[in-house]
């Protein structure tokens, strides 16, 4: 049940790119919310298919809570800019136009923020196939947490990814008075999260799962090419300066260890992807090796141990089995050889 008050107004910001065959049924959802005091932000990022188009029909239909801007395409982070740019609502949401929500999502993560008082709120998801089959559930616990411990739990290797993206949560809108999404950066979330956490008094977490992640094969989180998944390394480096420059060292260990998760995720990505270049592998050694001074800093500065530094300054270094792998893997997947190559692969392990 709604809280017998007057409501504020919920922005609701909808980058929109080439999703004809699922926008209609994101909108729908949106549309159909029983919070009742939503203005519903389109933003046309260039679309080439019939996406503009039902756009325009959807806002023509519901013009008292539908706007539409239409412009060049320019990317996810400058369609959020130009829905925060013109967004009036005293809260912000953001949704993917490949996703959908429950009917009540908006209602109880505006209560959960009213109720606790809190600037942030925090909802449980589903991972969906495109037939709407559910893959898992992303679940958190019913809590009230501190800005600190929600910049901690970003890099939980269970729950982090729910306390990263910006499309489970509903947000006061006075976070973003001076905070944008980095341009061009596939992990545009992760360069911002932690300053919007620093600003909050306190955020919200539902075990509600309020909200359907779609995945394509398309997403842009999944077609990127390995110089991208970079950014992801940028941001958490990022995040260390902005530590710095607000002395939560305390926050170290935490980085440190995200650092680790992503170094192995990623290997694993990359060596799965294969036939990489010889000026990606070099870049691959770049971001290893910063990783690698980080955590030995981290270590001689006491907020690592040296038990921890020692196992952790292996993963920072790629082997030759790694760089064979990263280079052939995929190939020697394929190959008629591969019984050979295996032979070989085994040899090469056993001097590691």
């Not at 141990?305 to 920072?316: A, D, E, G, R, V």
């Not at 082997?319 to 997947?333: E, F, Q, R």
Request: with cysteine.
């Amino acid at each position: 049940m709604m809280l017998n008050i007057e409501i504020p107004l919920i922005s609701l910001i909808v980058p929109v790119f080439n999703v004809e065959k699922y926008l209609k049924r994101c909108l729908d959802s949106l549309i159909s919310q029983s919070y009742k005091n939503i203005e519903i932000i389109l933003i046309d990022d260039g679309s080439t298919d019939e996406s503009g188009k039902i756009c325009d029909r959807y806002a023509k239909e519901h013009s008292n809570i539908i706007k539409v801007l239409h412009q060049e395409n320019q990317g996810l982070s400058m369609a959020r800019n130009a829905g925060l740019d013109i967004a009036i609502g005293e809260y912000i949401g953001f949704v993917d136009s490949d996703d959908y929500v429950e009917p009540k999502m908006f209602e109880r993560l505006y209560n959960n923020l009213l109720e606790s008082n809190a600037d942030i709120s925090v909802c449980s998801f589903f991972e969906d196939n495109v037939d709407e089959t559910n893959i898992l559930r992303v679940e958190l616990n019913d809590k009230i947490i501190t800005n600190f411990d929600a910049v901690k739990n970003i890099a939980d290797q269970y729950t982090g990814y729910a306390f990263v993206v910006m499309w489970n949560k509903l947000f006061k809108k006075k976070l973003f008075d001076k905070i944008r999404f980095p341009i061009g950066k596939i992990h545009e979330d992760q360069f911002i999260i932690h300053k919007l956490y620093y600003l909050s008094n306190k955020i919200s977490t539902s075990s509600c799962c309020l909200y359907h992640h779609v995945n394509r094969s398309t997403n842009i989180s999944k077609s990127s090419t390995t110089i991208k998944h970079f950014d992801d390394f940028d941001a958490v480096f990022e995040r260390i300066e902005f530590c710095k420059e607000n002395n939560l060292f305390f926050l170290y260990w935490n980085i440190e260890q995200h650092l680790v998760f992503l170094v192995k995720y990623y290997l694993n990505k990359w060596t799965e992807m294969g036939n990489l270049k010889t000026n990606e592998i070099q870049l691959i050694k770049k971001y290893l090796k910063k990783s690698k001074k980080f955590s030995k800093w981290c270590y001689q500065n006491g907020y690592i141990s040296k038990k921890n530094y020692s196992s952790h300054k292996k993963i920072f270094k790629l082997k030759l089995i790694d760089i064979i792998k990263l280079k052939h893997l995929s190939k020697i997947k394929k190959s008629k050889h591969v019984k050979l190559y295996k032979n070989i692969y085994e040899k090469f392990l056993k001097r590691r």
